[in-house]
């Protein structure tokens, strides 16, 4: 009885993780460039096969949490200081944190005269910060030519604070973006599919509720065991 309350636990906390998730990506579902993540679920009898052992609330479920890098739509904005990139690659910026990595590109002029991003960050050229000529940009001039970097795929890269991407591996070297163009006065929105994330919430929450029920009638079978055992 004990195990079967572990064994319906176990399948419960995963459901925690993934309403989490799928919050988080309705939450970011207006932010520019941002990728929605998702769960890896383990079955257990996979599990199993492939070597590992235990009682079933030992064996881990989640496999991790993955990044959808799928384009979101383009849409126009008629600002010249938006940019989005159609095809593969990122933005780089330079942060105190050192150089990191962004689809968003809803850009604006610092006082300093220099393109930055939402967060302030200056965004970089090939020689460094992008100088602005007055309050606007001109993409593909001589001043500074946009650094648009790409990585080995599949993508091995975390995300930080801010909606920016850094490569996992540290040693990982990026390359100049080749399967990509830039489009001026357009900007990537958001990859969230709004109604598959609330039909996913709800059939994780309608498992986790099962979960749940699980746990109450073994709970309340065990109490009834333990007072027949206390009669005797």
Known sequence: MIKGIYTSASGMLPRMLKQEVFANNMANVNTTGYKSDDVFMQVLDNAKGQGLTGEPWETPMVDGIYT????GAIERTDNNKDLA???????????DNGILYTRGGNFTVSPQGILTDNNGNAVLSDSGPIPAVGNDIVIGTSIAKLKVVDFDKPYKLAKTDGGYFTPSDQTAVPKAATNSQIR????????VNVIEVMVDMLASFRAYEAGQKAIQSQDETLEKAVTEVGRI
């Open 68 to 71: 959808d890098y799928e384009q």
């Open 85 to 95: 990139i159609e095809g593969s690659g990122f933005f780089a910026v330079e942060t």
């Open 184 to 191: 001026q006065g357009y900007l990537e929105k958001s990859n």
